[in-house]
């Protein structure tokens, strides 16, 4: 093989990989959840109902937080808070469709945050909230 033909055969080859690669990463990190973008004071944050109706799940996220909170609607009509932090090694993880997934170690959580694959044996955290007049208010730990 001519090795001018080989360089160029291999460099698309490898182009074709990265760019595939790419694609898959950017669609896994796609949430199916609604995204909420709002602000977080004194490690609380405020949502308000309105941003809540019709909807079964939401992300809440926050420039001031360094993990994202998923809003999960339960049967009862109330809603549950989880911190998107792997239980692993605190990770972020994102939402697929399905589960929560942590890209570092792989680990998986059920809609409910409960860990069924990979090195995670704890669920993710439950965050504490409240209903106020409003909004639901969810404290956040200290991270």
Excluded at 45 to 50: G, K, Q
Excluded at 78 to 106: E, I
Aim: glycine letters at 4%; one cysteine or more; hydrophobic letters at 35%.
């Amino acid at each position: 093989m001519e090795r001018r033909k080989f360089f160029k055969d291999s460099c698309s080859l490898c182009l074709a990989v990265i760019g595939s690669a790419s694609i898959i990463s950017f669609l896994e990190s796609c949430s199916t959840m609604e995204v909420l973008h709002t602000t977080m004071t004194n490690n609380t944050i405020l949502i308000p109902f309105s941003e809540l109706t019709g909807k079964e799940s939401l992300i809440v996220k926050s420039k001031s937080s360094e993990y994202d909170i998923a809003m999960i609607k339960q049967k009862s009509e109330d809603w549950k808070a989880l911190l998107m932090m792997c239980t692993h090694q605190s990770n972020p993880v994102y939402f697929d469709g399905d589960s929560f997934r942590c890209k570092v170690h792989f680990s998986e959580f059920t809609k409910e945050g409960v860990p069924f694959s990979g090195p995670a044996r704890k669920p993710l955290v439950v965050l504490s909230i409240q209903k106020k007049n409003d909004h639901y208010q969810i404290d956040i730990p200290p991270q």
